[in-house]
């Protein structure tokens, strides 16, 4: 009964007339060939894969979920999850944003970024399989050396193996510094891995003939705490020389996870009995190879809420315009009607706009922020590479958590739309609402997010990095100021960044006094940066939208109704943030650990 369109126009929107995509990425060198006409072919393309294919096969998957054989510790993934998987790789996507070296098509992340989109919009838990699988291969290209990155990253462009991230252990989540996987060295430059991970995503399953395991664990010789972790490579199957399957290798799923959502995507207890993997990077540097798999995963998981928010809005709208219940306050609306559709009812408007404000602010930050990546990994310029890798730093736990949060505001209330059918599964709307909750919590819980945001990213440097991307917002309030059309959406902008800069001096000098301060403001501050970098997003569309209202597309019209929704409802919380920020740790810490 749901439905899914791909949001073709408002991508095309986002990418040639907010950002000029084609013209940032010509810039670089290894897209200089790229256009309009071949990114639009490409998403064209990949939205009806995803549609078509995909979303079919959602509400199955989820009441299906995977099987596991005990016997076997083989994985049986949901009916049709197999036959899309082998489409997906004949058609060429998981080699989309490649490097050409290992069989890559080499096309801009950011075209990456968009499909993605629509197919976690599809069906998240089945996307789950091929993203996972590109984290890896991230990983290993940037961290294997030439012998691994030969045997494994030619199979992992093309889809023919998949990839895990194996890092959480029964007693540790975040806190890896505690976990104990070992690995021990043998005389063939191998390691036998021994120990056992949990929330393994896509950790065992029916879809490719292989799966490459990346693994943290701890050499014999190694530190106490996170500087004692090493990545090892540890394939389901041992690749034999010239590229095919040998022998299994001891590393078995025991277990699948029951959660809440996200059924279709198997979640598995992952048991290594001196297994053979293979040293990726330094030893004891392991750490820092996972987190290029880790970030991305991050912007993988912000992408994944993206995609539930747009795919609840739409189906939320659809029944509010047809649905008919009771008469608006003012009189009715539709009076050949028995009642009016519930879209003309306040408050539903607000839900509605809500998911839709969220859904197209956060597609254009996820959209800008891949433009940034890819001029982090294929600029020319030292410098312009080094800045972007530095914005790219800041918006990364913003982008998972906020996008995150904001989607599961956003399809719990398009699932209230549906009143009582909201509840039902035959309307597809619990599940997104389900999926949503996860996403909130994995890759790094949102609070861990908000401490890397605050911590890290903003007062580690002393706001360098805060403050490059302030200059942005700064420059555009300096160049739309003098517009009288803009100023509804300048001075709320100005007046937030003023603000955010205030609030982060502040933090700050608590901060020295009591390290405990930024753990009481993290949360609130994270919120209110997100909406810094949405109010910045949804004024630039704005100022589009205006100079092209005039064409008479509706289209416009849409998206300014839409800014100033944002700008008059959401963007408003920012003061109850502050002041929670401004509170601090007393109202916290104050009551005796025994009264609670």
Not at 228 to 249: A, T
Not at 308 to 329: C, P, S
Not at 333 to 341: L, N, V
Not at 531 to 555: I, T
């Amino acid at each position: 009964m749901p439905q899914y369109t791909p949001p073709l126009r408002d991508m095309q929107f986002v990418l040639h007339e907010l950002l000029d995509a084609e013209g940032s990425l010509k810039a670089l060198p290894p897209h200089a060939e790229i256009d309009a006409q071949t990114i639009n072919a490409v998403l064209e393309e990949g939205g009806k894969f995803a549609s078509q294919v995909l979303f079919p096969l959602n509400q199955s998957g989820d009441r299906e979920g995977c099987t596991l054989d005990k016997a076997t510790h083989e994985v049986q993934a949901p009916a049709g999850f197999k036959q899309a998987y082998a489409q997906y790789v004949e058609g060429g996507w998981p080699s989309l944003s490649c490097d050409p070296a290992y069989g890559g098509q080499g096309l801009p992340v950011t075209l990456n970024q968009c499909l993605y989109e629509m197919m976690n919009s599809a069906n998240q838990a089945w996307t789950m399989y091929p993203g996972l699988s590109h984290g890896a291969y991230e990983a290993l290209h940037a961290h294997g050396s030439p012998e691994l990155q030969q045997r494994y990253l030619p199979k992992l462009t093309s889809g023919e193996w998949t990839g895990t991230m194996c890092l959480t252990e029964p007693h540790c989540g975040t806190d890896l510094g505690l976990l104990r996987t070992k690995a021990e060295p043998q005389d063939d430059g191998s390691y036998r891995i021994s120990g056992s991970k949990i929330f393994i995503s896509a950790g065992e399953h029916d879809l490719a003939a292989n799966i490459v395991h990346l693994v943290l664990a701890r050499l014999p010789d190694a530190p106490a705490g996170s500087k004692g972790i090493s990545l090892f490579v540890v394939p389901k199957f041992l690749p034999k020389d010239d590229g095919s399957l040998g022998e299994r290798n001891p590393v078995f799923c025991t277990g699948l996870e029951h959660k809440m959502g996200i059924h279709g995507n198997a979640t598995a207890q992952i048991t290594l009995e001196g297994a053979k993997g293979w040293l990726v990077g330094q030893p004891h540097k392991g750490l820092a190879a996972m987190f290029v798999m880790m970030n991305a995963a991050r912007l993988g998981v912000g992408n994944q809420s993206l995609g539930l928010t747009e795919v609840a809005y739409q189906n939320a709208v659809a029944y509010a315009k047809d649905r008919i219940q009771m008469r608006a306050l003012s009189g009715p609306k539709a009076p050949d009607q028995p009642a009016d559709p519930i879209i003309v009812h306040p408050d539903v408007r607000k839900m509605l706009l809500t998911a839709r404000a969220f859904a197209e602010g956060g597609r254009a930050m996820a959209i800008y922020t891949a433009l940034q990546l890819d001029t982090e990994l294929a600029s020319s310029d030292d410098a312009e590479r080094q800045a972007a890798a530095d914005e790219v730093a800041l918006l990364t736990p913003i982008i998972k958590a906020f996008i995150t949060d904001n989607a599961w505001l956003a399809t719990s209330h398009c699932m209230q739309v549906f009143g009582g059918h909201g509840y039902i599964a035959e309307w597809g709307m619990e599940q997104y609402v389900r999926d949503a909750r996860i996403n909130m919590i994995y890759e790094g819980t949102n609070t861990i997010q908000s401490l890397d945001l605050l911590g890290r990213k903003v007062l580690a440097d002393g706001g360098k990095k805060l403050k490059a991307f302030g200059k942005k917002v700064a420059q555009f309030v300096e160049d739309e100021g003098v517009s009288e059309e803009m100023q509804e959406f300048i001075n709320p902008l100005a007046d937030l960044g003023d603000k955010v800069t205030k609030l982060t001096t502040e933090i700050g000098m608590k901060a020295m006094r009591n390290p405990d301060e930024v753990g009481a403001a993290a949360v609130d501050y994270l919120r209110v940066a997100g909406h810094l970098v949405f109010a910045y997003f949804w004024a630039r569309m704005a100022k589009v939208a205006l100079e092209k209202q005039g064409s008479g597309d509706p289209f416009y019209t849409a998206k300014l109704h839409t800014a100033r929704f944002y700008f008059a409802k959401l963007l408003p919380e920012t003061a109850g943030l502050i002041r929670s920020c401004r509170a601090g740790l007393e109202p916290l810490m104050a009551m005796d650990e025994a009264l609670f």
